[in-house]
């Protein structure tokens, strides 16, 4: 068995194997990012996540090479979008630890940057398949997902004018500005409703509740074509296995 | 080509290009619109979006008059829905300037009207197919969507009428009359829950369950209905394509 | 024409007229009912309030005796859903003027009958197609309803007493009991959120994002049932019609 | 009519009586065991309450026996789904009672077992038939909930990086980690919102609005798939029928 069976295929027992490995090294790497933001870390948790940091670079470079390597075409495996998301997922490590000791620059933002291994998670085969079926469901609803969100971007914007004509003089904190009041026109006509800004004045509720009852379906439609796209692409699939 | 086939035509490169001109200067102006809110502008910004209004104003006029001069039959482009859209567009600031400087009365309320602009962005002819679309889908359930209105009216009448009885003398400013009360039922019932007014006795409390239990369908409905709908024309156009 | 044609028949120019009248009447008793609850109303508007509906009761009272006098089979309406309706819309007028004006016994609280009334709107034929489809809609989904019905009591209790054991004691107001803690759970699981009661412990927002992702889907489904239900329903009559 | 008769069918009338007085019973000491946690409760109450939870758990163990002795394989009885409910719905009172009175340690926290019975509830016969229905309708869409689970959770994580790094200088309390951020993050995309943590910043506002557009169709989309897999289960199963 070649290094390529093991690093490039996925259907062998040891490629599956190396599969594994990796998504176990990218989710606890994931998991140390996460929690690394707690506050109040002792100083040995700190350094505990630095170490883990550091090797799973170490290990994730060696995969990278091992990428390289094995790859039938170099270079269009690193100019590929996965080519890529591997390379940002550990240069930052490097520029910040090497631009720290050698310049004694802080380039602690750069690691931010980490953080585009969760989408290294994507390239796990499994729902390549399901993965193309909603992508067909998007482009079959495309022009109805258009006009929604174009709809929705007009209601939020007319929600944010008239509430402010309505509001801004009652509450010139929450609504000082038609650039405020569309903060409150999102929360709102997603229903999400916080709580931090809502009309006080008779004529700002009587506009909520038109906006309210016209535009609910506006802002929900969306998601009803996306679901009714994706099943009527499963019922073409069936129907052509059938 | 004849100054016509610029102004009046969308498939031609001048056309095109025309439009786009338009387009450009329909959302900026509408920018301009939003940021002028702005609490605490520097009289320089003031000063600036004056003058970026008064351009965009006098090009919305010179296009207003191309297109009349270049419109097949003049009277019915002017009282069509968007001849009037368009003069809506540009009145108000002739108006607001024009008594300012002769009479000293502030007309700024009328400039209110420039928001009309927005709707020129329909015109648009992209979305023109998406939008007949649409259009049919709505006419096709009218009737199912009449009826969830009414329904949800009832309902949230009722609502309203119930919780008053059971809040408005633990609460009497938060349900002082089913007035007040509707706020409630609109706001808990499209689940948008901003928490200015909540029931707080055991008998509020039970009822709230009841209606919010039998009620979200009601309310939740109409959007549904509408997607099938979508969905339905779309399959009828694929149907006369095939 | 007979009286007959006026009152019963609504297909006839006569008995359109009356059931205009009659829904006027209704709309604008319902408008009166709502206003009187009104806190710190001028005594003039409460004379003003009160005479209008003692008319509107006299008026609704000769409906009523014209309804019996030429209904085909007078018992029959009087027992019928629409003729206690109408008799409950008028009955509490009666009975709390009479009581108080021979006994001085306060019936007040008796005329909050009177908002049966707004059932009688449902009585305008128009909608009597439409409502036999849903109704149609409701039986055919009808187990689908009781199922998901049953599981959001379910999920509701599950939650409700999760979080008790979780936040009872870190919040002993809010989540004093089980039965204080399905308040939260409804307003939490129907996404209405006011906010004035959520989990602060660890355990209980991990216990609530649990139940939130797995709940949603259980307290969304009903509505998305009956919509596609009522859109089978259409389907099926222009079928018919085809 | 054999002993077996009455305990293990449901379609005889002394079957059904039994199921009755069973389901009447766990229907009763699931009330019980929610009003029991009221605080302030009377010591008579308590003791009612006590009395209760011991006649219906010697009931509970007499359904036990029976069901024991008249079942035609003891051990697959004992060991399944159902005899294993039972059991756990009688144990607890058994185990804190006993080691109450021998040991005197309190074993109170594991009477919270008790509420095992509300799962009594769905060997209810009653359901079978549409929960079979609803079981293949996910494992139509297993596919398709799984990555809008899948993808849920990485928008969740996203969302709670993103508006860490936008809030947690502003709101070190409500942002403080990503792990806090998560909090927010499910309460905003589930649209509950309820208000103890919202962006305050300008750039936690913006990321909040993409976020909220992109983001509320994936966390909608999951109820959809399920009601289209039920609805086309149904229309399966009527065109089997016809």
């Known amino acids: 068995m070649s290094l390529r069976d093991i690093v490039q295929e996925s259907d062998?027992?040891?490629?599956?194997?190396?599969?594994?490995?990796?998504?176990?090294?990218?989710?606890?790497?994931?998991?140390?990012?996460?929690?690394?933001?707690?506050?109040?870390?002792s100083?040995?948790?700190?350094?505990?996540?630095?170490?883990?940091?550091?090797?799973?670079?170490?290990?994730?470079t060696i995969e990278y090479v091992l990428r390289i390597v094995t790859a039938p075409k170099v270079r269009s495996y690193i100019c590929s979008f996965h080519?890529?998301?591997?390379?940002?997922?550990?240069l930052p490590f490097y520029l910040s630890a090497g631009f720290g000791l050698l310049a004694g620059i802080d380039l602690r933002a750069v690691r931010a940057f980490r953080l585009f291994r969760v989408f290294r998670l994507f390239k796990?085969?499994?729902?390549?398949?399901?993965?193309?079926?909603?992508?067909?469901?998007?482009?079959?609803?495309?022009?109805?997902?258009?006009?929604?969100?174009?709809?929705?971007?007009?209601?939020?914007?007319l929600s944010a004018v008239g509430i402010y004509y309505f509001e801004h003089e009652a509450?010139?904190?929450?609504?000082?500005?038609?650039?405020?009041?569309?903060?409150?026109?999102?929360?709102?006509?997603?229903?999400v409703g916080y709580g931090d800004a809502y009309p006080v004045?008779?004529?700002g509720k009587l506009f909520t509740s038109i906006i309210l009852i016209c535009g609910l379906g506006v802002v929900?439609?969306?998601?009803?074509?996306?679901a009714s796209a994706l099943s009527k692409v499963v019922r073409n699939e069936e129907r052509r296995a059938a």
């Open 83 to 90: 080519g890529i998301i591997d390379l940002i997922a550990i």
């Open 12 to 41: 062998t027992k040891a490629g599956r194997a190396f599969d594994s490995v990796i998504l176990v090294l990218i989710i606890s790497s994931i998991i140390t990012v996460t929690f690394e933001t707690l506050p109040d870390l």
């Open 201 to 203: 004045t008779v004529g």
């Open 124 to 157: 796990l085969a499994r729902f390549d398949g399901a993965m193309a079926r909603f992508g067909k469901a998007i482009s079959h609803a495309k022009e109805e997902i258009m006009i929604f969100l174009f709809a929705t971007m007009i209601l939020l914007y």
């Open 220 to 226: 929900a439609i969306p998601a009803g074509i996306v």
């Open 171 to 191: 509450q010139p904190e929450d609504f000082g500005s038609i650039i405020h009041s569309l903060w409150w026109a999102l929360i709102t006509l997603t229903t």
């Open 43 to 60: 100083p040995a948790a700190k350094r505990a996540f630095y170490i883990f940091e550091a090797v799973s670079v170490v290990l994730f």
